[in-house]
């Protein structure tokens, strides 16, 4: 079955214990993104990757990392979190995002609270 | 750069009545649009997409939206709604070109509500 794949999909963390949420997809795209969803601000995006070693930042990368050795993965690492990253997060892939009919397709999120 | 403005936060309606959840957008450069819905605890699943060509689109569930190009406008409808169409949209923006083309920037979401 074609998807993308979130884990942990709950976490309870505490301030500055270094997490990584992985993402993986099985449909051989090369557009990979991460979002996050808070109440009343909607969906917004923290990295993207157009393919393999190729990552830029979306509209609130602070305090996140990435990584895209491959091109199935695309991990989010919170080096220190902090409680104001306590949000659902959400990843999403498109077999390209340039040009043209690419829909995305969205992980079941990871629900992420930092005490 | 794009924006996206949904200008309802909340909409409730009774069942069997035609709904429409507003949106709007910016953009300097042609763009694709598109209609995303989530359940409650349920990831995003596309509702419906404009790239080009005809102004009225029709999507899953019995939805349709309509591009208005002089209004920066992509209003989301349905004429009759069920129970089961309760959860919450999210419309999005995406350049066809340049920097934006890599951006996929959604609305702050519409919370649709169907009373019986």
């Known amino acids: 079955e074609a998807q993308v794949t979130q884990n942990p999909r709950y976490l309870i963390t505490v301030t500055g214990k270094k997490l990584t949420v992985t993402c993986s997809q099985n449909m051989n795209h090369e557009y990979m993104s991460w979002y996050r969803q808070d109440p009343g601000l909607g969906l917004r995006q923290i990295y993207y990757s157009m393919n393999v070693e190729a990552t830029d930042k979306g509209d609130v990368p602070e305090g996140y990392k990435v990584s895209r050795k491959e091109k199935r993965n695309f991990p989010l690492i919170l080096e220190s979190p902090s409680p104001n990253q306590t949000s659902l997060y959400f990843c999403?892939?498109?077999?390209?995002?340039?040009?043209?009919?690419?829909?995305?397709?969205f992980g079941p999120g990871t629900r992420l609270t930092v005490l | 750069a794009q924006s996206v403005t949904q200008l309802d936060s909340q909409v409730p309606v009774f069942e069997e009545a035609p709904v429409e959840l507003r949106c709007n957008y910016s953009?300097?450069?042609?763009?694709?649009l598109f209609w995303y819905v989530q359940y409650p605890n349920q990831g995003l699943q596309l509702l419906l997409k404009y790239l080009s060509g005809s102004t009225l689109v029709k999507g899953i569930n019995g939805f349709e939206a309509e591009f208005n190009k002089s209004q920066t406008s992509f209003h989301l409808r349905k004429p009759s709604v069920h129970i089961s169409d309760t959860a919450e949209y999210f419309c999005a923006v995406r350049s066809s070109s340049g920097a934006g083309s890599y951006q996929l920037t959604f609305g702050k979401g519409t919370k649709l509500s169907v009373i019986p």
């Open positions: 953009s300097s450069v042609s763009v694709y």
């Open positions: 999403a892939s498109s077999p390209r995002l340039a040009g043209g009919d690419n829909e995305q397709f």
